[in-house]
């Protein structure tokens, strides 16, 4: 059973918005954190947001305005809401679970593009 499965990605022309989701399988229980990390081409994957149990969301400052993270602890799903994308936000966007006493699970990664 894949721990964390992605859906959402694709193709979007600038200023267009793209909402993601991420699931994960019942197998992880107790999860602390879940959120969305990116990798562009040639860069290092960083933050995009994560979001406890409980609490407020974390953003990475550039991106606050513009995206939003959801999280329905019932369905063990994370959301992400994108707005205004630019082809700066072209990349690969992974779905990242912290799991009590287990560590750091990540999904496969699903492409976002930003392209006219």
């Known amino acids: 059973q894949v721990p964390l499965v992605e859906s959402g990605g694709g193709l979007v022309p600038p200023g267009g918005s793209l909402n993601l989701s991420c699931t994960a399988s019942s197998s992880l229980f107790r999860i602390i954190t879940m959120g969305w990390y990116r990798q562009a081409p040639g860069k290092r994957r960083e933050l995009v947001a994560t979001?406890?149990?409980?609490?407020?969301?974390n953003y990475a400052d550039s991106l606050k305005g513009r995206f939003t993270i959801s999280r329905d602890n019932a369905k063990n799903t994370v959301y992400l809401y994108m707005n205004n994308l630019t082809p700066e936000d072209t990349a690969v966007y992974y779905c990242?679970?912290?799991?009590?006493?287990?560590?750091?699970?990540w999904g496969q990664g699903t492409q976002v593009t930003v392209s006219s």
């Open positions: 979001q406890a149990s409980a609490g407020n969301p």
């Open positions: 990242y679970a912290d799991v009590w006493s287990r560590g750091d699970y």
